[in-house]
């Protein structure tokens, strides 16, 4: 359908064309002489409209009332212009082929909108929706700019594990994964893949598969890190997931994570990059995905498209932490939480400096305090800050963290016996460091929240297919 209606005629080159639409019936509405059976098949928001008169072939669906909304079906016909005000062109059936039946009584989907709420309980059928056929297109489109952008500027994509024994943000929010060696699931009694306990309540770790604590990765940083310490500029592109007690609408337990990571670099050409990826995968979107984006400004947030263009068009506003924390502490808002140096920037400030203070424009902040950032950021020269951004946009809050990493063998040893970490087992991390270490940078994005950003989509939930948050793992 999209290959029809997408063109600059809306399908008006291509009359007397013969076509073959398979897809599924939106309504099907029976009339005096001909009956109009709206179908989609996901290429597009549009539907194509089909006239079936009652000579030709397969009339005897319609008539058994089987052609329903929900049901699948095959349509041959010939393009011809439409006298409909919604659309150039139709398609005047000359067969129909029943695929797949659909009982409209107890179709989940009505014509009814349907809440965004209702429609998560059925994330299997919720891709059949106006909505998230939308966000699914844009999501896609999305991922293909990320690596139409990383594979221009010469970056090599790598795939970090999702299987690692490291904690990269230190914040103890991993999902562990103890398994049984497969041999010894025979012999215990234990009903899942579970480790059994020793007689002391311990976990004996000789029966587990990996022989010690696993975790699913929560960033794949320290992994990029050493492969950019060999090919240059990379960049990953994968699931992550953090078992955080967040159920808000910007957080997930499962999300995609975009990790480039910057050889010969420092926390300004981190910055740059973001900074260009992000114009780039938003122009990418308001060209290709006109109809989507069109959708998105009329029924989901309205300005859109306006506040998109300006993000492509218009600078990122810049400025330090300590900045930060002085426009705060002037607001004239009163926040729930206390702002004070040192602490940490919580939602309500975020949305703060980008909605109020600079109208809507993405905002980066840099130079945070060393205290409330990961161990492997780069300590700046007045000792107390660290060369971390984060970059922040209206809505979504934090759509990226990054920073410039600790290059310094010495400087990163004492770190990590500062934060009490085991030195032992970031001996691989800290060989980076000794053999041939270069200043390095790169960043985190959320792509999740980028969709959000992109769709004006509100909860993060519906920004991908199959959202893991606590108390749902469904589907
Ligand atoms: O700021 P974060 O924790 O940074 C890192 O993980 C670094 N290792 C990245 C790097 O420098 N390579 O996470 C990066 C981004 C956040 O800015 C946010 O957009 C997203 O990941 N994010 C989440 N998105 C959805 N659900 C969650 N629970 C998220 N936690 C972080
Ligand atoms: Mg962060």
Same mark, same amino acid.
């Given at each position: 359908?999209?290959?029809?209606?997408?063109?600059?005629?809306?399908?008006?080159?291509?009359?007397?064309?013969?076509?073959?639409?398979?897809?599924?019936?939106?309504?099907?509405?029976?009339?005096?002489?001909?009956?109009?059976?709206?179908?989609?098949?996901?290429?597009?928001?549009?539907?194509?409209?089909?006239?079936?008169?009652?000579?030709?072939?397969?009339?005897?669906?319609?008539?058994?009332?089987?052609?329903?909304?929900?049901?699948?079906?095959?349509?041959?016909?010939?393009?011809?212009?439409?006298?409909?005000?919604?659309?150039?062109?139709?398609?005047?059936?000359?067969?129909?082929?029943?695929?797949?039946? /659909?009982?409209? @009584?107890?179709?989940?989907?009505?014509?009814?909108?349907?809440?965004? %709420?209702?429609?998560? $309980?059925?994330? !299997? *059928?919720?891709?059949?929706?106006?909505?998230?056929?939308?966000?699914?297109?844009?999501?896609?489109?999305?991922?293909?700019?990320?690596?139409?952008?990383?594979?221009?500027?010469?970056?090599?994509?790598?795939?970090?594990?999702?299987?690692?024994?490291?904690?990269?943000?230190?914040?103890?929010?991993?999902?562990?994964?103890?398994?049984?060696?497969?041999?010894?699931?025979?012999?215990?009694?234990?009903?899942?893949?579970?480790?059994?306990?020793?007689?002391?309540?311990?976990?004996?770790?000789?029966?587990?598969?990996?022989?010690?604590?696993?975790?699913?990765?929560?960033?794949?940083?320290?992994?990029?890190?050493?492969?950019? /310490?060999?090919? @240059?500029?990379?960049?990953?592109?994968?699931?992550?997931?953090?078992? %955080?007690?967040?159920? $808000?609408?910007? !957080? *997930?337990?499962?999300?995609?994570?975009?990790?480039?990571?910057?050889?010969?670099?420092?926390?300004?050409?981190?910055?740059?990059?973001?900074?260009?990826?992000?114009?780039?995968?938003?122009?990418?979107?308001?060209?290709?995905?006109?109809?989507?984006?069109?959708?998105?400004?009329?029924?989901?947030?309205?300005?859109?498209?306006?506040?998109?263009?300006?993000?492509?068009?218009?600078?990122?506003?810049?400025?330090?932490?300590?900045?930060?924390?002085?426009?705060?502490?002037?607001?004239?808002?009163?926040?729930?939480?206390?702002?004070?140096?040192?602490?940490?920037?919580?939602?309500?400030?975020?949305?703060?400096?980008?909605?109020?203070?600079?109208?809507?424009?993405?905002?980066?902040?840099?130079?945070?305090?060393? %205290?409330?950032?990961?161990?492997?950021?780069?300590?700046?020269?007045?000792?107390?800050?660290?060369?971390?951004?984060?970059?922040?946009?209206?809505?979504?809050?934090?759509?990226?963290?990054?920073?410039?990493?600790?290059?310094?063998?010495?400087?990163?040893?004492?770190?990590?016996?500062?934060?009490?970490?085991?030195?032992?087992?970031?001996?691989?991390?800290?060989?980076?460091?000794?053999?041939?270490?270069?200043?390095?940078?790169?960043?985190?994005?959320?792509?999740?929240?980028?969709?959000?950003?992109?769709?004006?989509?509100?909860?993060?939930?519906?920004?991908?297919?199959?959202?893991?948050?606590?108390?749902?793992?469904?589907?």
């Amino acid at each position: 359908i999209s290959e029809v209606k997408g063109g600059p005629d809306e399908g008006l080159d291509r009359l007397g064309q013969k076509l073959t639409v398979r897809g599924w019936v939106r309504t099907c509405r029976a009339q005096s002489s001909v009956t109009f059976i709206e179908v989609n098949d996901g290429s597009c928001l549009s539907n194509m409209q089909c006239v079936m008169s009652s000579d030709a072939e397969g009339y005897d669906q319609v008539e058994a009332g089987t052609v329903a909304t929900g049901s699948s079906i095959l349509v041959d016909g010939t393009i011809v212009s439409s006298q409909g005000s919604k659309q150039k062109v139709e398609l005047k059936v000359e067969r129909l082929q029943m695929i797949g039946t /659909s009982d409209p @009584s107890s179709y989940p989907i009505q014509k009814k909108r349907a809440s965004r %709420e209702f429609l998560r $309980t059925i994330a !299997h *059928l919720r891709p059949r929706t106006n909505t998230f056929g939308a966000v699914t297109r844009v999501r896609n489109a999305l991922a293909y700019a990320t690596h139409k952008f990383f594979q221009e500027n010469g970056f090599v994509w790598i795939s970090s594990p999702i299987i690692t024994a490291s904690d990269c943000e230190g914040a103890g929010e991993q999902f562990c994964v103890t398994t049984l060696i497969p041999s010894t699931r025979e012999s215990t009694d234990c009903p899942s893949n579970t480790i059994p306990a020793t007689k002391d309540g311990k976990i004996d770790w000789s029966q587990d598969f990996f022989g010690k604590p696993a975790f699913l990765t929560v960033s794949g940083q320290l992994n990029a890190e050493t492969y950019a /310490s060999a090919l @240059s500029d990379v960049y990953t592109f994968g699931p992550t997931f953090r078992a %955080e007690n967040s159920n $808000t609408s910007r !957080h *997930l337990a499962e999300f995609w994570m975009i990790e480039p990571e910057l050889a010969f670099a420092d926390l300004n050409d981190d910055m740059a990059c973001a900074t260009a990826y992000l114009q780039y995968v938003v122009k990418y979107v308001l060209d290709n995905c006109k109809e989507d984006m069109d959708f998105f400004n009329t029924w989901i947030e309205k300005g859109i498209v306006e506040r998109l263009k300006d993000v492509v068009e218009k600078e990122f506003v810049q400025l330090t932490y300590s900045d930060a924390v002085e426009i705060l502490l002037k607001a004239k808002k009163k926040f729930e939480f206390p702002v004070k140096w040192g602490s940490d920037l919580q939602s309500e400030h975020e949305r703060y400096i980008t909605e109020d203070v600079f109208a809507g424009r993405p905002v980066i902040i840099r130079d945070y305090p060393k %205290e409330i950032k990961a161990f492997y950021m780069r300590q700046n020269d007045d000792g107390k800050t660290v060369a971390a951004m984060d970059l922040l946009v209206p809505r979504v809050g934090e759509l990226i963290g990054g920073s410039q990493r600790e290059e310094r063998l010495e400087y990163l040893e004492s770190r990590l016996e500062e934060l009490n970490l085991n030195k032992d087992s970031y001996w691989w991390y800290l060989d980076l460091r000794r053999f041939g270490s270069v200043p390095h940078a790169g960043f985190g994005l959320g792509f999740e929240r980028l969709v959000q950003f992109a769709t004006g989509i509100e909860n993060i939930r519906d920004a991908i297919p199959f959202p893991r948050a606590p108390g749902s793992a469904e589907f």
